[in-house]
């Protein structure tokens, strides 16, 4: 069984998309004025949940960027 799970919630689509990922899962949502990259996994030394989020140019594809929020998901 997956342990993350992903939903587009609004869109186009009559269909909400979705993705399931077992140690991680990544999320890239983008205009033309840039992108937000959302990555979420599973720390296998301490066994929490992880996410970081990034703001980045239009077409960015890797983790460079400015670093909005990141943390645990244990803890909000």
């Not at 140690?23 to 890239?28: A, Q």
């Not at 949502?29 to 599973?42: A, E």
Request: with cysteine.
């Amino acid at each position: 069984m997956s342990h993350f799970y992903a939903q587009i919630t609004e869109s186009a689509r009559k269909t909400t998309p979705t993705a399931r990922g077992h140690h991680s899962i990544e999320t890239v949502t983008q205009s033309w004025k840039g992108q937000i990259r959302v990555r979420m996994w599973r720390c296998n030394q301490t066994q929490v949940d992880k996410y970081t989020v990034i703001l980045q140019p239009h077409g960015r594809k890797d983790d460079r960027g400015i670093i909005i929020m990141e943390g645990n998901l244990d803890s909000p």
